[in-house]
């Protein structure tokens, strides 16, 4: 961990938080949430609710048009690039269209994540199957991802995304193309995720994902926060 981070009791914070598309199209309004280390936490809502773009906000894939966005004590918004980068090799993101190199092999992809951290092959050897292990891809590994079903990519996405071992992992749409068995794998590695200090915030559609789970989940309606079940809130 690189010292000049600062220390916080939150991973992430996020204070009355909007974004604005030209030419007047509001995404988020007035969104305000925290997430500790150890905590997993379901941003739910109907497509084009505002959970994709609150997720590219707090990694800042797009700056907010008002509000704040703070990750390990740092406000996103007075720090230089370099200092981005250096948070970003904190955080594992799923992304809803996968974004995975379609002519490597499952291995490769969900190794890339590792190598480009200089890992030593040995380590990234095992944490890479026992990921595919856990989310049942070990016989796919030495598959290239473009003959892999939509469901098997998402998990390669996850794995991917999960392999450093993360500070912050943001998932979006993580089990969209999953059955419930799949989905189930999905969310047993985030709290295996969590057990060990990783904060996972998840953005779905999905309520078999999150009913009954016993975390805290926020409900977006057409950029508004209209409920958090941490703080037993109705907006």
């Known amino acids: 961990m690189n010292n000049s981070v600062p220390v916080s009791d939150f991973t992430v914070e996020c204070l009355k938080l909007g974004k604005t598309y030209p030419p007047d199209i509001t995404a988020l309004q007035n969104v305000s949430l925290t997430a500790a280390p150890g905590e997993i936490l379901f941003v739910t809502g109907v497509s084009g609710a505002g959970k994709s773009t609150l997720l ?40 809803q269209d996968f974004r995975l190199l379609p002519d490597l092999s499952v291995m490769h992809n969900v190794a890339m994540a590792m190598e480009v951290d200089y890992r030593p092959r040995r380590l990234i050897r095992q944490r890479v199957g026992r990921l595919l292990e ?49 989905g189930a794998l999905v969310m047993a590695l985030f709290r295996e995720l969590a057990a060990a200090g990783t904060t996972v915030i998840a953005a779905t559609h999905d309520e078999k994902l999150h009913r009954d789970s016993g975390h805290q989940v926020l409900r977006l309606e057409r950029g508004c926060l209209v409920e958090d079940t941490r703080h037993e809130k109705a907006y």
């Open 134 to 182: 856990q989310l049942g891809l070990t016989d796919k590994e030495r598959r290239p991802v473009s003959d892999l079903s939509l469901g098997e990519q998402q998990r390669v996405a996850v794995a991917r995304a999960a392999a450093n071992q993360p500070a912050l992992l943001l998932a979006d749409e993580p089990t969209g193309n999953l059955d419930e068995k799949s």
């Open 56 to 95: 590219k906000l707090i990694c800042r894939r797009e700056s907010p048009s008002g509000g704040m966005v703070m990750l390990f004590g740092q406000n996103l918004a007075r720090i230089g690039s370099a200092e981005m980068q250096l948070i970003r090799r904190r955080i594992g993101v799923a992304y």
